[in-house]
């Protein structure tokens, strides 16, 4: 309103004046279409994007969180499995040893038993045959020398052979005897 | 037109001079019109009002026009200010049906704010919501709304329950208790809503003035200037006051609407 000094005085503050009314509800109403239309639309919308961003984010590194776990969980997995294989084969391989040790044993045991086996009965074989030997050397010694002692009488094959085996069993009675 | 009409005090008179202290009046709240169209009168306050409401839309459209998901400084600071009024007040007093209302709730926080802000902007250096007509007009908005959202909700019948009759109360204390809620519903809310933001706005401007005029109408003799110095001082400590009050009226006139709203959303009782 304007100013009219002295003569009227000022319009009480409590009086609106209805066409500014009308100016403020303008300016509400183009306050209100700017919000209600246009920006705060737009700032919800980047404010969920926002949003999603961040858990979509939260979401992908729990995802390789989930993965690494996984990963270390077989990983774990395929070491036990080493681990028992390894403890296996060690196993097996002393066992195989200690069998293989057992055998080459028993293996040289036996040969050698055969090697004393095969010894004493060459031995006794070469003895017989050392004997058989000797017995026809002094058999054959024997009746040259009792023929030179006693002459042509002794010729007689019979009486020979039995004079010559009593000697010898003597002999060998007498070696007996002596040992 | 001489300086005593534009600033609507005698700035002749000083201390000493046989003129008392020229008060400030409410000729301080009358402006010779910019511009007549009809009868109507386009004032220094409808200026503001309409200058206001674009800077209001101006800072969002520039903060919130191209909303990124990371945002930029303005943005940033906009987003905390709409947070505020979404959360703070919103979900906080209104709850789950807040979303609806959240876009009147950010326009009357942010128009009543910069109404109120002009009062410490140099040049302008006068509230809007210092003339009546602006608080009636926001008061008017929020009357439509708290009936529009009270029928609607209840019904008519409902609505009108809703409106005057509190629940959980004896029987016999409603013949006194009904009148009284209509008539503080309907017509004592609206109103006081209106005049509690004028109320502020005017005694603040007031305020501001009585130190500044004291100032300079104590300046010219030397223990007049120390003493203007004195005043100019406290008229700086109660425009920090007033920033202060601004936006604390502000924040009560939405809360107190976002209360309505919350009131007129409730079951029947």
Redo the contacts between chains.
Sequence with gaps: MMIQLAADGPQSPLLPVWPEIVIGLICIGVVYLAFHKKLLPAINKALDERREAIEGGMEKAEAVQAEARQTLEEYRAQLDDARRDASRLRQEAQEQGATLIAEMREEGQRQREEIIAAGHAQISAERQQAAEALRQDVGKIAIDLAGRLVGESLEDHARQSRTIDRFLDDLEEKAEAGR | MNSD?TL?FETDCHLFQDCGYPAP???S?????IFSIGG??F?K??LL??L???L??GF??A?????????GKL?MV??VL?DFVRTGIGRAVIGKQAESF???L???F??VWMFNLWAVVPVAQLPASS????P???A??VWVTYMTVTFKTNGFVGGIRNLCVPGGLPKPIYVIVTPIELLSNVFLRPFTLA?RL?ANM?AGHVLILVFLIGAWYMLGTVVGTFFAFGSLFMTLVITVFELFIQALQAYVFTILTATYISGALEEPH
């Design positions: 009409q609507a009046s409410l000729w709240f009358q402006f010779e019109p109507f009168e004032n306050p409808a009002a309409i206001g409401s674009l209001v839309v969002f459209w903060a919130f026009g191209k909303a990124k998901v990371v945002p943005q906009a987003e709409y959240v876009p009147l950010v326009t009357l942010f128009t003339i009546i007509a602006y009636i007009a926001l008017l908005v005049v004028f005017f």
